[in-house]
Structures are given as C-alpha cells and as structure tokens.
C-alpha cells in the first residue's frame, strides 16, 4: 500500500460476508485489511481465497475486537470501515453471556473509539440483527399450511419496520442490541459517520453454514452429506433470506450515500417476496438436490422469531437499492458452490446415522 492510500478496513473480514465485502473493493483495485481472529471453523480458507486472487492489495491483520489497541493500529488508514467481527450464536451467547458481551459490545466500542481517535474518522457500517426486536411486541402470527404468517394484511404485506419497538432477547440480543445503540448514538453524540443494518438472513458462496448461524447454507450442507438435521419449533419460522451479492451492493451504496444515511438504522434482508420457511426450504432442497435429510424435532428455543421478514423500504428509499436475486436462483447458487467446495465424494457419500444437531432460524 502507498503511503497516502487509505483502506477498507473490514472487522471480521475473513467471514462470510466479511470476505465477500473484501472481494468487491479487491476487485476494484482498492486495499483492503482484513481484521480477523480466524476464530469461526472454515474461514481461513476465505482468507487463502482473498490472499491467492489478489496479493499485496489484501493486507491481513490477525487480532480480536476486545483489544482496543489492536483496533486502533488497524484503522490507522481506514477511509471505510464495516464492522462484521461478532459472537454470532444465542445459544453460545446463554452459555457465556460475559465473552458474548465483550466481543458484542465492549468489541463495538473499541471500534467506536478508533475511529473517534482518528484526524478524519473513516465512515462505519455495522451489522446488527432482527433480534434487537426479539418477540415484535404488539404483532400476532397465525399458522397458515407449512408456515406463520402476520395477521395484520400491512405486515404481511410489507414485513417489519424499523418502528417496531425493541425489545433485546437473550444475551445476544441484548450485547448486539447495546453494540446497535452505540453506534447510532456515536452518530449523534460525536457526529461520526456511520449506519445500522439489522439483518435478517444472508446466505451464498463462502458460507460455511452451522446450526446456529447460516442455516440455508447448513441444511444444503447437511443434505449433501446425507446427515440428519433437527428443527427446534415446528419448522414453520419464516425468514426472509437475502443472497449476499445484494447485501455488499447495499453496504457499498450506503458507504457512498453515508452523509445521508449516518446515523440511521436500516432493516435489510429479502423482503416479503423472498420469503421461506423452514419447511418450505426443505422442499426447495429435495427438488434440487433429489433426497432430503432426515430431520426430527425438539421444542423452541430462546428468542427464536416465528416469523420476521424486513421491511426494506427505508433503505430503498434512501439509496434506490433493491434485491435482484430471487429464492431459487439464489439456492440453486450457493448448493452450485458447496458442491464444488464438497467435491463429489460428499455429495455421494452414504446416509450416516450421527447425533442431530441443532437449527434454528437466525
């Protein structure tokens, strides 16, 4: 990098999304650092997918959120910053609620105070969640054939919207809702530049799905390999899913408008035409794929929505943005990478009876 270059500085940069963000500036010829404490199973090998396509443009630096020193010395350059470096699990978030604060919250004010400590603060976007609205206080959910839906026609017309109370729920709820506020109010308080997507499910190539993050990914996975899944609740959660070369085209035009969208926070996901239950994404799969996976059930879980599906209209008024990929189109892509990821040997690999794991919508 020159020394009068300024960077992209990406938090959590070798992630799913993360390394997808890296690849659309790379792909422009800007520099980029990624800031990542490699610490989710998979993502070394994003990291090696950025390093081998574009060399010395990538700058990698292997740190954690929690030190704030390490925060620092990584914006030094930065003239934009997105800030995806997150404990990502509720279920990991009930088991340690203090590591999911410091990484969540603590993590996201360390990044705050970097660029706050900065001659001229690099503008921010941060990815928050749908659960900062944890049960949507004030909307009811009917049960209609393989999934729920909104009673009231306006909601189900046009999802949620950011005027739906928050409400945190769960550790994670509460560490990403706390990180939300931050960031919103460090807009207000000391006029940084920086903007808020809660998000609602993102899938598509580099995403190394589990149970408990990534799940349209998971269940492709787990199809291909012939293992069980279990569902938690009825499976008929609804989500709205977004493919995620419509999530870095959103971020990229809010890096761009950030003087008139700072301070601001946006619901992103597919919106009410990209819709799917759980159910209904099984199916999508055996009509692909040609089997699907044994799947049993157990009860709910801790802040698991029957339905959310974002109301995307104030980001698309804001910026003119819109999702262009469709439900199928965007499965049929990301099952076309996980095979050639898996390799052949996965795809005809027997049915294996192993332990179930744990799903539920994100």
Request: net charge negative.
């Amino acid at each position: 990098m020159k020394p009068s270059e300024r960077q992209v500085v990406i938090f959590g940069g070798a992630g799913f999304i993360g390394c997808n963000v890296a690849q659309s500036y790379l792909s422009e010829g800007r520099s980029v650092l990624v800031f990542d404490n490699l610490s989710r199973p998979g993502v070394e090998k994003n990291l090696r997918w950025l390093q081998e396509q574009h060399g010395d443009r990538l700058q990698v630096e292997l740190g954690d959120v929690q030190d704030a020193k390490a925060v620092r010395r990584a914006l030094r350059h930065a003239s934009e910053a997105f800030h995806f470096a997150a404990q990502v699990a509720v279920t990991t978030s009930l088991e340690d609620p203090v590591h999911d604060f410091q990484v969540n919250a603590l993590g996201t004010l360390n990044v705050l105070e970097g660029l706050r400590a900065m001659e001229t603060p690099a503008s921010l976007v941060f990815t928050s969640t749908n659960k900062v609205y944890g049960g949507l206080r004030g909307h009811r959910f009917a049960a209609e054939a393989r999934r729920y839906q909104p009673v009231d026609p306006a909601t189900r017309a046009e999802g949620i919207s950011e005027q739906c109370p928050l409400d945190f729920e769960s550790p994670y709820g509460c560490s990403k809702g706390t990180a939300d506020q931050y960031v919103l109010d460090y807009a207000r308080s000391y006029g940084l530049r920086t903007a808020v997507f809660r998000m609602s499910c993102i899938y598509g190539p580099r995403q190394f799905g589990t149970e408990d993050q990534g799940w349209v990914a998971h269940f492709l996975i787990r199809t291909l390999k012939r293992q069980p899944i279990t569902l938690y609740g009825d499976g008929m959660q609804v989500r709205d899913i977004l493919f995620v070369e419509d999530l870095v085209r959103a971020f990229r035009l809010a890096q761009a408008r950030m003087d008139q969208v700072s301070g601001e926070a946006f619901n992103i996901g597919g919106g009410p035409s990209r819709t799917v239950s759980l159910l209904e994404l099984l199916e999508l799969i055996e009509e692909l794929i040609g089997h699907r996976p044994e799947v049993s059930f157990e009860g709910w879980r801790t802040g698991d929505q029957r339905y959310y599906v974002s109301d995307t209209r104030k980001f698309q008024a804001a910026t003119g943005w819109a999702p262009r990929v469709g439900v199928r189109e965007g499965v049929a892509r990301l099952l076309h990478w996980l095979e050639d990821m898996l390799g052949e040997a996965a795809q005809r690999q027997p049915a294996t009876r192993q332990e179930p794991v744990e799903t539920h919508a994100g």
